[in-house]
């Protein structure tokens, strides 16, 4: 029987017996996938939806740049009253107006350094780059998904060990106390079975404890209550056969660095955009006006003009300088992180692999153990019936038994969060991979709605 087959068959057969004990969950409950779960949280997840709609906001910054290039276009009004009172030879004039008057003017920027080029460019890269860190998100949650599923699946089945352990324990107490009234054994026998019948209960009040927190996170990661959980098929298949694939993998495709790189791109435009605070502006303006009521002589005016405006900044106090050397040293922190990335990846990467590596040797290693336990306590128990073996031996060996049938289930655990962790450091874990059954969020669709929107205060899922 092959290790992958082993797990899902002793963690089914725990997990069925802590629902039927009662210590899980109710039976009216449909059964629950890893992939269904996965789902779930890729939908309801705050942090990953809260992620998306920063995404889309950071969509709104191409638009914002873009409209560098088109005109502003302005209309004003005035209106007010006027009164004028004149004693000429002792003639008096009084004259009353109410001037009046509208104005419309458009502008439209020249050449300003290449400013609105660089802020469109620097605006798409923070776009690429924020499409990244969504991806990064995405892995992160699935990735706290599968360990808050297989941790929940983990405390059913130590529930349930230590419950065994347990209901062991207190038969082995009861009969070493039938030994002590026939006087086969004496007070501390009976005593040290009391003290690991003890032990015994308060490992099954923690273990409900855990078993409540996992239960408490997985809520919180992915959204729903826990099912009655099955146990998850395996996606080694899916990884690199070797590690030195792995992480070129990573280095290839993990989105952290994509979003690093993208960051740089964005720092350098911001480069650019400091050094266009040097530059002329160069920018036309035409005004129409219309006059009413200006003066008595006069009813109404009207005029129109068109001027060509040349701004040359000489000198504005530094503060351009120190913003040009101020994206600049932002742009070598941006490289450096690029640099921190690939790092961060690799090492990953590296420590994914050897745990997946060691969970599988774990496994074969508890599977061995809880063998030998198992013939061991059998075979302790027939001696101590014959007097051959104390109490403590028996004790002893009941909780090595405990103890490796735990080792074995904690090594499946770990394997399974080793080999999602190993899929997520070479950026391969998301819903399209994974064939989750949802609707793939796609954050090009939004960019795509509102890159040309000239106006319009609604956004377009209509709010």
């Not at 439209?108 to 080029?117: C, D, K, S, W």
């Not at 809880?370 to 002893?396: F, I, M, S």
Request: with cysteine.
């Amino acid at each position: 029987m092959s290790l992958a087959t082993h797990f899902c068959r002793r963690l089914s057969v725990l997990a069925a017996a802590a629902v039927v004990s009662g210590l899980a969950w109710t039976s009216s409950v449909s059964a629950q996938t890893l992939e269904t779960a996965l789902g779930q949280a890729y939908v309801n997840n705050p942090s990953l939806n809260s992620q998306r709609a920063g995404t889309r906001a950071t969509d709104e910054s191409v638009p914002q740049a873009l409209s560098g290039y088109r005109p502003n276009v302005s209309a004003g009004a005035s209106v007010g009253g006027q009164y004028a009172r004149t004693n000429s030879s002792g003639t008096i004039a009084t004259n009353s107006l109410v001037p009046r008057s509208v104005n419309l003017t458009v502008s439209q920027t020249i050449f300003n350094g290449f400013l609105t080029a660089s802020t469109t460019q620097k605006a798409e890269s923070s776009v690429k780059g924020s499409r990244e860190t969504l991806r990064n998100t995405e892995q992160t949650i699935l990735l706290n998904a599968v360990t808050a599923y297989m941790n929940v699946l983990q405390g059913i089945a130590l529930l349930e060990l230590q419950n065994q352990n347990l209901a062991a324990l207190q038969q082995e107490l009861r009969a070493t106390r039938d030994r002590f009234n026939v006087g086969e054994v004496t007070r501390t026998d009976v005593a040290q079975a009391e003290a690991q019948v003890a032990t015994a209960n308060y490992q099954v009040a923690q273990a409900v404890a855990n078993l409540q927190a996992y239960k408490a996170t997985y809520r919180q990661v992915i959204g729903v209550e826990p099912g009655k959980l099955t146990a998850p098929r395996s996606i080694e298949f899916m990884l690199p056969p070797t590690v030195d694939k792995a992480v070129a993998a990573g280095l290839s495709t993990h989105p952290a660095i994509q979003a690093s790189k993208f960051a740089v791109d964005a720092a350098m435009f911001q480069v650019k955009m400091s050094e266009a605070g040097l530059a002329p502006v160069v920018s036309v303006q035409g005004q129409l006006a219309q006059g009413y009521d200006q003066n008595s002589a006069v009813d109404s005016t009207s005029s129109a003009s068109v001027a060509l405006n040349l701004t040359v900044p000489i000198y504005q106090g530094g503060a351009e300088y120190s913003a040009i050397r101020q994206s600049k040293e932002l742009l070598t922190q941006a490289r450096i992180e690029v640099d921190v990335n690939r790092d961060t990846v690799r090492a990953n990467t590296v420590q994914y692999w050897g745990a997946l590596e060691a969970a599988k040797a774990q496994i074969q290693s508890a599977q061995a153990s809880v063998a030998a336990n198992t013939l061991a306590l059998e075979g302790v128990r027939e001696e101590w019936r014959v007097g051959q073996r104390t109490t403590t031996d028996v004790l002893n060996a009941q909780t090595d038994l405990t103890t490796s049938k735990s080792n074995l289930v904690t090594a499946q655990r770990d394997r399974v969060v080793a080999a999602y962790s190993l899929l997520s450091s070479v950026g391969k874990l998301d819903a399209v991979t994974l064939g989750l059954k949802v609707p793939v969020y796609d954050a090009r669709v939004h960019y795509d709605q509102v890159r040309d929107a000239w106006a319009g205060i609604r956004t377009p899922d209509g709010k």
